[in-house]
């Protein structure tokens, strides 16, 4: 088991940025897979980005590649996500996930996620 809690949400202009902070507790972090989907409302959960265990590979959707950086820190065990740039269309609920064999972009393949974060971006 682990237990992932988000932090670091709130509102921005569009422009602005925001840091997503994922806190990770229980099993060994560096066990899983680590990834950031969201939820707009009326829309299904996408995904945002994702990191392999050791941090040397990472993966973006289309609509936030070099905007968003995603990293995560093994003594801290935490994975965050930057966010910059943002536009009115990032609105969402942010939601970490991680998992232990995973498609990294596929959320039926993470099986903990946490609470979720309310981002919200003003046009």
């Known amino acids: 088991q682990v237990q992932l809690v988000e932090s670091g949400g709130g509102m921005v202009q569009a422009g602005g940025s925001l840091r997503l902070s994922c806190a990770a507790s229980?099993?060994?972090?560096?066990?899983?897979?680590m990834g950031w989907f969201r939820q707009a409302p009326g829309k299904e959960r996408e995904f945002v980005a994702g990191?392999?265990?050791?941090?040397?590979?990472?993966d973006y959707a289309d609509s936030v590649k070099g905007r968003f950086t995603i990293t995560r820190d093994g003594a801290k065990n935490t994975v965050d996500l930057q966010m910059n740039s943002l536009r009115f269309e990032d609105t969402a609920v942010y939601f970490c996930?991680?998992?232990?064999?995973?498609?990294?972009?596929?959320?039926?393949?993470?099986?903990?996620w946490g609470q979720g974060t309310q981002v919200t971006v003003s046009s």
């Open positions: 996930a991680a998992g232990e064999l995973v498609s990294i972009v596929s959320a039926g393949s993470y099986a903990y």
């Open positions: 229980g099993r060994t972090f560096s066990s899983y897979v």
């Open positions: 990191i392999s265990r050791s941090g040397v590979r990472t």
